[in-house]
């Protein structure tokens, strides 16, 4: 059976030392479109580029003709001042290269000229330029510009014009030629450059961008460039048009690059006829990619390395300090918390454990609101431990689905047709997309937006247009990534995301009994239920159990219907105990007297500074006919508690409890342990690749590198 290709690995779209390899090994040495002449028509005007991190001036020095005569135009290096080449396409396009390393224009394009023929681009004047950032890697953009597999499901209208049965990509030396469709081949120029730049010339105007990359490797820049024939409302109509398409795919790029960086997919599968394009200018990454780190490795010692860079354009001094500054990071993390477990300097607890915690205490520094300590507990804990996040009762029928974002792991729970409540990765297998975009909704066949693949409330992958019929696919191989899931007894949905087939159930025995006690069980009805974002660490959780304090909703709510509430015998209910019983790590169950009322509160991480607080009401009886005035009041007192607590938690001051909080340190010290002893960082819930040798390849080079562990552990 054919194997068919994969995508790069998910690490090589988050990792900052491979983009500071990329920088080298693809973009010192390739050639960017800077636009046709007629941007550059004013003399003396001069327009700024920057390619990768590199600050770039190009203008025209001199003359009118069209064509700038050889003299007439000028592209420096705006840092050094130093003159880059450029060349001028017969037909009016500018190119330049930031390296004197790198080829000349026509060793790296051999055969495109010919292809530019067919316009000219001197007739094309420029009408208008926007630049802006988008939250995703470079490549995850070129990515969706080098198929139109898509468009039939993200660009409706573009699909209209160009029907993406008959598109299909052309790949040339350092350059692709997009044809959308074959019948009409004077219709429009659709041109991507390696690596990052694009040419679409068609409906009367044209457009270029650069997908620039930042110095996050999580962020570019995209820059436009428009040109028309026509201005004023002809040109206005054409921008609204391509400006919708480009949104439209800037939407699909950074809902795939957050699922990229989470450490639960790790690659994808290319289709070799449709996506041919994709595998093209990845390969071609790669391949400059593993050609500099084996020159890196064979030449230069560590110590060198940063003079090596400076021989050429770019300094990556940066780079090596932080690699070697990492390099000590986790095992500094390390004795950090073990540190703090030896000297038994952790306070000693008060009477009332609960309340007056200095924040940072004597737990490591951050241990309140550091990204790194966040990440830490994302793969030390959140991947390993139960979750409880929903119940039974919220779902009536086979495809109602609630989403999740659990500490950065987006997630959702569906009703299968067999009545069971599962859980999956909203992560699409093909190219890590989100499946259910709503927070909750009900459909029995879920879609993914970007190519058209469907699910089924098994996950089973049901549907892969233009996949389906391809040697080598098996579709039973692509659903979505299950979760471990049980329904308990009282009807409590736990969920564990630990990718390892089976993990041990906790012992729920004080949970069964106080939920039996409070009559929390299956058939609780559900009434309805809020999330407040709080701008806090979730671990506020841990000492505030009793966050909304019952009696006082008891009190506003007897207060409010006393007469009425007498008659039916609820007053006396309320005078019965309220109680409370708190889940590990973030989830609290509390009673309303013996009213039948009860409500769940979870502390859904975030980030490490912002965590969303979902509260939902149930009634256990058919008392339901007051349950709206009890979930408005129970909102209110929830509102006005979480803004309470966030300036507490300005205020350096937190509703500690050292008990859980020891708990968490013992969970991240093992954990701390165990990279330590694979010498890389660990994510429990990262499923397993499909494994090609090319995809070991890259996930070792970017091993080597650290990549995942060294910079951003820089600031702690
Ligand atoms: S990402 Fe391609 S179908 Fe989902």
Redo the contacts with the bound molecule.
Sequence with gaps: MPELASTLPASWYCSLPLYQLERRAVFIKSWYLLGPVTKFQNVGEKFEYEIAQQPVLAFRTSGDSPLPEPGEFQVICSKTEKPLRHHITPTGLIFTTLSDEAPSFHEYFPDLEPLLQKVDFTRLPYRRSIKYEGRFNWKTMIDGYQEC??CQ?THPSFSVYYPPTFYTVHNHQNFSQHIADPKKPDDGIFLYFFPNCVLNVYGGGMSSFRVCPTEDPNVTRMEFDYYHIEFGEKFEEYFKFVRQVAMEDYE?CEK?QYNLGKGVYSE?ILNPEKENGVSFYQARVFELVCQQHAADQSHYSINQTDIVMEAVIFSAAPTLLALLAGIGFLYRFGLQLLDAKKSETIPELAEDDSCGVLKESNFPAGWWGSKEVFELERRALFSKAWLCLSHRSRFTKAGDYQSYEVAGFPIFLILGKDGKVKAFHNV??????T?TKKQDGSSTVLG??????SYNTYGELTK?PHFDELPGFDRSQNGLFDIHTVTDAAGLVFVNLEASPTVSWVDTGLLDSFLRKSKLNPQSIWIAGQTVVANFNWKMALGSKNLIDSSELENTIRQKRSISWQTTGAFNLFQMKSEHFSVFPFTSFHSIGRTGWWWALSFLPASEQKTALRCDLYCSTDGSSRSQEVADKLFVLLKERVRKLETEYQEYVSVGNIEKEKEILDCLEDHIRLEKSQGTEVFPAMRKPRESPRFRQAEQLCKELHCKSQLKHLAW
């Design positions: 597999l898509h499901y699909l795939a994808g699409c297998r093909h190219r890590a997309y499946v993914c937006r970007y190519h058209g693949w892969a």
